[in-house]
């Protein structure tokens, strides 16, 4: 099998940073897939993927991508789709321009050689309230002056459906489950996933905020489920760092900050989420420093 990895990128501000990311991820034993939402204007790729020299980098077809919406899922399914029917990787790793890895590439390549598992993580709580029911105008955004008629519409027609035990659902005979929306999974997942996009589809058309719930449960209700890495942790399970349970507690501001790069280091994840702005900045160059890399 192929030992190259993939990487699918999703990102919609600080270029920059996604410019140092890439030089990061830069590897002959990478391929780069990028999407970047349409909403943004004037996007200079050139001098986003100057810094890339060994891998091979694709910026892919773009879609306006909003908070909550089903076009999250979309652009997750188009950039795993771009890379399935481009090559066959070892890993696909799906991460945003907000993720830095906490380990270099050649680190990153020889944990992966040795642990043949799938990693993504599963929150174990029932989330089937956000695909069973019909979510107007899901593809909004997050709620603000100009959005709270849409949000107000979209209550009342759920506090009906709920009156009315709707289910939307019910004719799959499935398990929802829900996680953390970033994962790293092998190519048989890859391919699977990729194959069940026209159910996908079917599925959460009207959903919200399903990127974390639709590769959780079609894992859970297939083989692949037996193959996690960890179902009990969600964020060792995708072996990535975030703040929302940072040290046992949930956290509001889910940006880390220089006071927190103690904890980041003595992580054992892969990946940390999320780093933005001159502060993000400063956190990632101590990340790379730690690795005996300086930008």
Same mark, same amino acid.
């Given at each position: 099998?192929?030992?190259?990895?993939?990487?699918?990128?999703?990102?919609?501000?600080?270029?920059?940073?996604?410019?140092?990311?890439?030089?990061?991820?830069?590897?002959?034993?990478?391929?780069?897939?990028?999407?970047?939402?349409?909403?943004?204007?004037?996007?200079?790729?050139? $001098?986003?993927?100057?810094?890339?020299?060994?891998?091979?980098?694709?910026?892919?077809?773009?879609?306006?991508?909003?908070?909550?919406?089903?076009?999250?899922?979309?652009?997750?399914?188009?950039?795993?789709?771009?890379?399935?029917?481009?090559?066959?990787?070892?890993?696909?790793?799906?991460?945003?321009?907000?993720?830095?890895?906490?380990?270099?590439?050649?680190?990153?390549?020889?944990?992966?050689?040795?642990?043949?598992?799938?990693?993504?993580?599963?929150?174990?709580?029932?989330?089937?309230?956000?695909?069973?029911?019909?979510?107007?105008?899901?593809?909004?955004?997050?709620?603000?002056?100009?959005?709270? @008629?849409?949000?107000?519409?979209?209550?009342?027609?759920?506090?009906?459906?709920?009156?009315?035990?709707?289910?939307?659902?019910?004719?799959?005979? @499935?398990?929802?489950?829900?996680?953390?929306?970033?994962?790293?999974?092998?190519?048989?997942?890859?391919?699977?996933?990729?194959?069940?996009?026209?159910?996908?589809?079917?599925? $959460?058309?009207?959903?919200?905020?399903?990127?974390?719930?639709?590769?959780?449960?079609?894992?859970?209700?297939?083989?692949?489920?037996?193959?996690?890495?960890?179902?009990?942790?969600?964020?060792?399970?995708?072996?990535?760092?975030?703040?929302?349970?940072?040290?046992?507690?949930?956290?509001?501001?889910?940006?880390?900050?220089?006071?927190?790069?103690?904890?980041?280091?003595?992580?054992?994840?892969?990946?940390?989420?999320?780093?933005?702005?001159?502060?993000?900045?400063? @956190?990632?160059?101590? @990340?790379?420093?730690?690795?005996?890399?300086?930008?």
């Amino acid at each position: 099998m192929n030992s190259k990895h993939a990487y699918l990128i999703i990102a919609h501000q600080g270029f920059e940073q996604l410019k140092y990311l890439l030089e990061d991820l830069d590897h002959e034993l990478n391929d780069i897939y990028v999407h970047i939402d349409l909403k943004v204007k004037n996007v200079n790729f050139a $001098y986003i993927k100057s810094g890339v020299k060994h891998s091979k980098i694709y910026f892919i077809d773009r879609i306006k991508v909003n908070w909550g919406g089903f076009s999250q899922i979309r652009v997750t399914l188009n950039l795993l789709t771009e890379a399935v029917n481009n090559d066959i990787y070892k890993y696909y790793h799906l991460i945003t321009g907000e993720t830095f890895p906490l380990k270099s590439q050649d680190s990153i390549h020889n944990y992966f050689k040795n642990h043949n598992k799938e990693f993504i993580g599963f929150n174990n709580n029932d989330f089937s309230d956000r695909v069973k029911y019909i979510y107007l105008f899901n593809e909004i955004g997050k709620i603000s002056m100009k959005t709270m @008629i849409f949000y107000l519409i979209r209550k009342l027609f759920l506090f009906i459906q709920r009156l009315l035990k709707t289910d939307i659902t019910r004719k799959y005979k @499935i398990v929802f489950k829900k996680g953390f929306a970033y994962w790293s999974i092998t190519h048989k997942l890859a391919v699977f996933i990729v194959d069940n996009t026209k159910l996908i589809n079917r599925i $959460y058309k009207h959903s919200f905020c399903c990127d974390e719930v639709f590769v959780q449960t079609l894992v859970y209700n297939s083989p692949f489920y037996h193959n996690m890495n960890d179902i009990n942790d969600e964020y060792k399970g995708c072996k990535c760092l975030t703040k929302w349970r940072m040290h046992g507690k949930q956290q509001n501001d889910l940006i880390f900050h220089k006071d927190e790069l103690n904890y980041i280091l003595a992580s054992d994840a892969l990946f940390a989420r999320k780093f933005s702005g001159v502060e993000g900045m400063e @956190i990632i160059r101590s @990340i790379k420093e730690m690795r005996g890399v300086c930008l």
